[in-house]
């Protein structure tokens, strides 16, 4: 070995050595690593833990299964013998632990009522088997049933020794308590023991009271493990089911923060991470919602919402698992409310419940506090009278135009003042069209200073009735007492009206043509060529006539499977729109005056105000700067 290579094996050496030196973990690292080391092997235990538990709870299973198909395979001498009953107490003990006496028995029905409202319950699981709304129909006229008897699960799940129970699987017997009440008790080897579920329903109102009890079980039952569950399937009950599952969603609101919501779109699921005060299954005009005075646990409990877009039959599936904060060894009292009604906003706000009436989509922010505050309010004393739907509508509109029209005709007003002064737009025009268009801008402005115009007064109107064109978009969907209302042609005011059903599917249009959608573009159209007209001529602006064709055809595809009822009130907006213009420019604006009035205040020096000055300062200072970069 030459000298070279020894100091080549040198040098690799200090180099392997430095690198290990250089890349070694600090104090502190390794102090993390053994800390994420601790936390995963915190994990594996409990994976392992969870894996046992399991495997004790297959093998009572394992063992319930050979007992059943040694049952099977016995002939009737051997089961003379053996004692058939025997063997299946022992599979019953097997699976069901103390609760074996509630491991068989036939199911049964009960029924609770009221003047608004029928629950049927069954004995199996005692859970709510069909919850049909009195006085509401399906829009094909069957019965309204909020979940669907047939599919779903709604048990209280629990855990007694090493196996885990659910409420589903129990044999209840019921017995009535008093008239609208009733108590349902899953009984145990302990006739002191057993577990009941007594529910209550108002005497007169949507909501079902429920009270879960384990008595004599508070060292059998572990309480920290007990948690609700609720699989729903919603039917459809409108007359289109897409649009009806666009207003299905899962709303839950923590104790000390504002209503939220699950994706309407799409599967979604959420786990709650507070204290919950309620939990809602919103199925367009109707829910299903958990109501928990104590609050439901948020260690655990998750919401989930699915839709199947080839179900022809349920909006969404709803699923909600919900879980309560009991002590050890102490009595265990489970209270809790269901409501089971309308959405309707009067309805939900006299529940009293923080929130509560927000289900219903009325809008954010300003926009809800329009429908809140106004619409709902002229709606309701409108609904008072009894007149048709159709009638309360066109006053509706009528009342809210006249609460505009002072804005509409001082933003009319200010389109005229700016209007007349055409003679000396098109002069400035002419003198800078091939000039610098900042100064053309800074004419324009002390032309306006010079006259008394304002151009930004016509925006503020304008500005202010925006909220109320959203909120009535708002409103109209979601008002449930549209719903199956009759007007005219239309047969449901909730729902898009129909004089034409295609024989195939346009895309994003659908496949019917509604009659109110294309009134409602047509006076759109008519509206802005008239508002055009009043207009002052902008130079350079050719998208402004396009958008006045595409607004009225974007809209005509996009309401077309909307409420009726909101496509009519846009129509009579603008029907009402166009009179009010055709009423300012004929007998309410003399442009003449206004022109003649407008010449003598451009003779008058008037002072630049705050806002002229400093839009002036910036025109110059973007002048200055546009010269320096041309040198």
């Known amino acids: 070995m030459d000298k070279n290579t020894i100091i080549g094996f ?75 009953d025997s063997l299946a107490q022992v599979a019953r003990r097997g699976r069901f632990g103390v609760f074996h006496p509630a491991g068989f028995g036939e199911p049964n029905e009960f029924t ?70 009733v108590r349902f008790k899953a009984p145990t080897e302990d006739p002191a023991s057993y577990l009941a579920i007594t529910y209550t329903l108002d005497s007169a109102g949507y909501f079902l009271h429920s009270d879960l009890d384990l008595v004599g079980l508070e060292s059998t039952v572990d309480p920290g493990n007990l948690f609700f569950r609720w699989e729903l399937f919603g039917l459809g009950k409108e007359k289109h089911l897409p649009t009806e599952r666009q207003k299905c969603g899962v709303y839950y ?14 599967d979604d699921e959420k786990l709650l991470q507070g204290r919950t005060n309620w939990v809602a299954f919103k199925q367009d005009f109707f829910t299903v919602a958990m109501v928990s005075e104590e609050g439901f646990a948020g260690n655990g409990a998750e919401l989930r919402i699915a839709v199947n877009e080839e179900d022809t039959t349920h909006t969404k599936k709803y699923s909600a698992k919900l879980f309560f904060e009991k002590e050890a060894d102490a009595k265990v009292n489970v209270p809790m409310r269901f409501f089971l009604g309308p959405n309707h906003f009067g309805t939900l706000r006299r529940t009293e419940i923080d929130q509560f009436s927000k289900i219903i989509d009325l809008g954010w922010g300003i926009f809800g506090w329009m429908n809140r505050w106004i619409v709902i309010p002229i709606f309701n004393s409108l609904d008072g009278l009894n007149w048709s739907y159709g009638l309360i ?35 400035i025009t002419e003198k800078y069209k091939d000039g610098d268009q900042l100064k053309k801008q800074q004419a324009v402005m002390d032309l306006y200073r010079r006259a008394g115009v ?25 008002s449930i007492e549209l719903r199956q209302e009759k007007f005219l042609w239309a047969d449901d005011l909730s729902s898009y009206d129909s004089i034409l059903d295609l024989p195939f599917e346009i895309p994003f249009y659908g496949d019917h043509v509604s ?34 064709w595409m607004f009225p055809i974007m809209m005509l595809f996009f309401l077309n499977n909307f409420s009726s009822g909101l496509s009519y009130y846009y129509l009579l907006a603008n029907v009402i729109s166009i009179l009010q213009m055709t009423v300012f420019k004929n007998w309410l604006i003399d442009e003449e005056k206004l022109r003649a009035q407008l010449l003598v205040n451009m003779k008058t020096p008037k002072k630049k105000s705050r806002w002229q000055a400093r839009l002036e300062e910036l025109q110059k200072q973007q002048q200055q700067q546009s010269r320096k970069r041309k040198r």
């Not at 088997?129 to 309204?144: A, D």
């Not at 151009?455 to 909220?467: K, R």
């Not at 007209?533 to 902008?538: D, E, R």
């Open 393 to 427: 509508i066109l006053v509706l509109t009528v009342v809210i135009k006249l609460m505009l029209m002072p804005l509409t005709y001082k933003n009319f007003k200010s389109s005229a003042r700016m209007r007349v002064l055409k003679p000396e737009m098109e002069a």
């Open 515 to 548: 009659l109110f959608t294309l009134l409602m573009a047509a006076s759109t159209i008519v509206y802005q060529l008239m508002n055009q007209q009043q207009m002052p001529q902008q130079q350079g602006m050719p998208s402004m006539k396009v958008m006045m």
């Open 253 to 266: 609101k923590y104790f000390n923060d504002d209503r939220d919501y699950l994706s309407e779109s799409g």
């Open 112 to 181: 609770l009522e009221n003047e608004l409202l029928e629950v049927t319950f069954s004995s199996k699981g005692a859970r709510p088997e069909r919850i049909r709304l009195k006085n509401y129909s399906t829009y094909r006229g069957g019965p309204l049933l909020l979940q669907d008897p047939g599919e779903g699960k709604f048990e209280y799940r629990f855990f007694t020794g090493n196996l885990d129970l659910s409420t589903a699987d129990l044999h209840f017997t019921a017995e009535p308590v008093g008239t609208h009440a």
């Open 454 to 478: 304002n151009p930004a007064s016509g925006c503020v109107p304008m500005l202010i009735q925006m909220p109320i064109l959203y909120a009535m978009f708002r409103f109209f969907p979601a």
């Open 10 to 84: 040198v040098l690799i050496a200090a180099i392997l050595v430095g690198y290990t030196w250089w890349t070694a973990p600090s104090p502190e690292e390794l102090q993390r690593m053994q800390q994420q080391q601790d936390s995963i092997e915190q994990v594996q235990r409990a994976v392992v833990e969870e894996k046992k538990a399991q495997a004790e709870a297959l093998d009572s299973v394992k063992q319930q299964n050979e007992v059943e198909a040694l049952i099977a395979e016995l002939d009737s001498a051997q089961l003379d013998t053996l004692n058939r």
